[in-house]
């Protein structure tokens, strides 16, 4: 399996993005695929989730109200709207998957740089 993120770039403060992260290969047993961010200097960063059984989704408090994670099962895509962007939502951001069973991250992709100017 492996996860492609793109979707990433600058944006002004204040301002949208939209994420998408495809699963490429067998992705049937994923149980929840999330967004974490990893701002420089600091350590990576849980961001949300959706349940692939339902669709629900979680949320970091920092962004609740901003973001939007979705899912499309026919493309095997995630995505993440991010809206009323400002600087502290600079970072890599980077998709993964975790399958049943595990209770962690399985897979990750190569992550997507996003940076917010002022």
């Known amino acids: 399996v492996r996860l492609v993120e793109s979707g990433g770039g600058l944006v002004q403060a204040g301002g949208s993005l939209n994420l998408s992260c495809v699963a490429l290969?067998?992705?049937?047993?994923?149980?929840?695929m999330k967004w974490y961010r990893q701002a420089p200097g600091k350590e990576r960063e849980y961001v949300a989730q959706?349940?692939?059984?339902?669709?629900?989704?979680m949320y970091v408090d920092s962004v609740k109200g901003r973001f939007t994670i979705s899912r499309a099962p026919d493309l095997n895509t995630v995505f993440l709207r991010m809206r009323r962007m400002n600087r502290d939502d600079r970072a890599v951001y980077y998709c993964?998957?975790?399958?049943?069973?595990?209770?962690?991250?399985?897979?990750w992709g190569q992550g997507t740089q996003v940076t917010v100017s002022s």
């Open positions: 959706i349940f692939t059984a339902d669709g629900n989704t």
């Open positions: 290969g067998n992705t049937f047993n994923f149980r929840t």
């Open positions: 993964s998957a975790e399958e049943y069973g595990t209770g962690w991250a399985n897979y």
